[in-house]
């Protein structure tokens, strides 16, 4: 279920492929099941600080390619993101929050998904 603000705000969609694990024998990523979230997107080349995770280099700067927006809370470091206007699949570099409590949704956290 979503808030007043996001069913405003997030009118697009992306599709997810959540990261498992790496392969020690071939070495290959292993996703998840894929599904659907509801954002709003924008191409974006600013630098960008990694947030690491599961094995990420921490700190590690970057230039973003896009920066997704949703309240879905399900979208993790090293995922697979996928959308209108994107070139294929990217991965999620960056997961940041913010409180919307200003906005009047003080239980629905938002996230910026850097790619």
């Not at 790496?22 to 998840?32: E, K, P």
């Not at 659907?36 to 990420?56: F, H, P």
């Not at 879905?72 to 990217?90: A, N, Q, T, V």
Request: with cysteine; glycine share 8%.
């Amino acid at each position: 279920m979503c808030s007043a603000v996001a069913r405003w705000s997030y009118q697009n969609t992306a599709t997810v492929k959540p990261f498992v694990s790496l392969d020690d024998w071939t070495g290959a990523t292993v996703y998840g099941p894929e599904y659907t979230i509801a954002c709003t997107w924008t191409a974006d080349s600013e630098q960008v600080r990694e947030t690491g995770g599961q094995s990420g280099a921490r700190g590690a700067e970057f230039v973003s390619k896009h920066i997704i927006f949703t309240e879905d809370k399900r979208p993790k470091y090293l995922d697979m993101i996928m959308f209108d206007g994107s070139d294929g699949w990217e991965e999620i570099r960056a997961v940041t929050g913010w409180d919307m409590s200003s906005l009047g949704e003080p239980d629905s956290p938002d996230f910026k998904l850097v790619t």
